[in-house]
């Protein structure tokens, strides 16, 4: 017969309810206080990537950049940013989100991970709706926008996505000992769009210049999106176990500091 004054030890499945119900909470006070306090504007989420993307096109199409690849110059660069801009929007949101709910850490139900967790999921959202609007759009000007292997597309995309989330986690929970660090991502950003190949070819360059290039994960994005978008284009540059094993360590290490540090950040 149960006794009476004790509370039921929690099983791992109404564990797993409460978590959720409380990233979901996070993920709907995000859309309502990210832009203009305003619900409706998340879709600003979704259009600034796509617009930053737009924008690059057009800066390319005014310069009169060729294409290096393929016979059209809005296509190649449109698959080379696409990638990027989903990793840099993913993980710069991801570092932003313990500064901007760092007052939810005060409630004992909110974790630090649930935080992470619920910036990441409305991430992941808003960069699928971008990559359909730029389809949409490709089809609207009757561009060649299928890809030469769509799993291996979805596959770089996913890998976009997660090494986004790994370098988004590392760098929040870096950013919380170190606010500097915050000013230090953000220009490297920058240093990483000119060397990931999105407005070169890699595998055209000396083998010594490649060997330094390829260090970078997001090339290997870049790289990977181009070789399943378009046949014939060389694999020279891409590593596909190498950005792959980048996403899940840098994955793993963010869960590791989330764990080390839970109850310094907790306690402040």
């Given at each position: ?166 370098f988004g986690m590392v760098s929040a929970l870096i950013a919380q000992v170190a606010p500097g660090w915050v ?86």
């Open positions: 017969m149960r006794r009476m004054g004790k509370a039921e030890p929690a099983t791992f499945s109404s564990a797993l309810m409460a978590s959720w119900r409380v990233i979901w909470a996070v993920m709907l006070r995000d859309i309502r206080t990210r832009f203009f306090n305003h619900g409706l504007g998340y879709i600003i989420a979704i259009a600034f990537p796509l617009a930053h993307i737009l924008i690059l096109l057009g800066v390319y199409k005014i310069a009169g950049r060729a294409a290096p690849f393929g016979e059209n110059a809005a296509v190649f660069f449109g698959v080379g940013l696409a990638p990027f801009m989903a990793w840099n929007y993913m993980s710069r949101f991801i570092m932003l989100s313990l500064v901007v709910n760092r007052p939810l850490l005060a409630f004992p139900a909110v974790h630090i991970l649930d935080v992470l967790l619920g910036r990441a999921l409305l991430e992941v959202l808003a960069s699928c709706c971008m990559a359909v609007l730029l389809l949409g759009l490709g089809v609207a000007f009757g561009l060649d926008i299928a890809p030469h292997d769509t799993v291996d597309a979805a596959l770089a995309w996913l890998a976009a996505l997660g090494l986004g989330l790994g000013t230090v991502y953000f220009l490297s950003i920058i240093v990483f769009y000119l060397a990931s190949g999105i407005i070169f070819l890699p595998a055209e360059q000396s083998d010594r210049v490649l060997e330094y290039l390829t260090w970078l994960p997001t090339l290997h994005l870049v790289e990977w999106m181009r070789v399943a978008w378009f046949d014939g284009y060389s694999d020279r540059a891409l590593d596909r176990t190498y950005v792959a094993s980048w996403a899940i360590a840098s994955i793993f290490l963010g869960l590791a500091l989330e764990r080390l540090m839970r109850g310094r950040l907790m306690g402040g």
